[in-house]
């Protein structure tokens, strides 16, 4: 334990930092002329990141917002914290503004399995049905995934929780951002919104959803379907529907308990 959080939500981080570097030195790179200012100011947020020692002093160092602005970051690895972890946050920033977007389980599910598997240098083309099965049935997984309980616990320490959806994303980008905003309680302008917002960056390699999958997936995530429908409607509606129209389709495949 470290502060009172267990140390792997530190270790969560970090496991981002060669990434988040490489990404950082393109960019600081290409804007080091116009902006050297910003540039060895980002720098500096940069090596704090990467070699500071992981605690509660360290972690809000890295947040160094301007007069008027404020400062927050997002991680998917938030979503499950459990409740011990949580009184821990509701301590140290007990007005914070938390956004919860919520995704296609099924989608989630085979993107985060395929992410998963190449981060750790295995190719999910040759990989078999065991392999993802495995994955599923993962820890990691069904926390991410359980969009219920996730909900309820971060409700608990902060109602104002704000659920967002992926699909709104994808659909208007502007739109999204500006409820957003209106959340955060900044000015809600769209000229705050630059043309980089509409672009997708660092992509993931798309993959059609195996019919096996599909299905498996379909099976694990229909309860809690019915349960978000029943909350959410809209989007969640279309997810359910997609999800009962799988099931519908005949199917020979033995799934895998």
């Known amino acids: ?40 100011g980002k720098l500096r947020q940069e090596l704090k990141f990467l070699f500071g020692r992981p605690c509660d002093a360290w972690y809000e160092s890295c947040f160094s917002p301007r007069a008027g602005q404020i ?65 599923f049935k993962s820890d990691m997984h069904l926390l991410h995934g359980d969009y219920m309980a996730n909900i309820e616990r971060w409700r608990k ?19 999204f951002l500006v409820r957003v905003f209106k959340f955060l309680g900044v000015d809600d302008s769209t000229k705050h919104i630059t043309p980089l917002a509409g672009k997708v960056i660092h992509a993931g390699r798309t993959s059609v959803i195996p ?22 409607g809209g989007h969640v509606l279309e997810w359910l529907s997609e999800t009962q129209e799988i099931l519908r389709q005949p199917s020979s495949l033995r799934l895998e308990k």
């Open 157 to 175: 320490f902060y109602p104002w929780l704000n659920i967002c959806f992926f699909d709104d994303i994808k659909l208007n980008h502007e739109l």
């Open 1 to 40: 334990m470290m502060h009172g959080i267990p140390v792997d939500i530190y270790s969560r981080l970090f496991d981002k930092r060669n990434n988040r570097w490489r990404i950082f030195a393109k960019l600081a790179l290409k804007r080091s002329i116009r902006r050297r200012k910003e540039v060895f």
């Open 211 to 232: 019919t096996f999958f599909r299905r498996y997936l379909a099976e694990m995530h229909m309860e809690q379907l019915i349960s978000l429908n029943k909350i959410f």
């Open 71 to 135: 400062a927050g970051e997002c991680t998917p690895d938030y979503a499950y914290l459990d409740e011990q972890s949580l009184i821990h946050i509701k301590e140290l920033v007990p007005s914070a503004k938390v956004i919860y977007v919520l995704r296609n389980p099924i989608v989630r599910s085979w993107s985060s399995a395929m992410m998963w598997f190449r981060n750790n240098g295995k190719l999910p083309e040759v990989l078999d049905k065991a392999d993802f099965i495995n994955f």
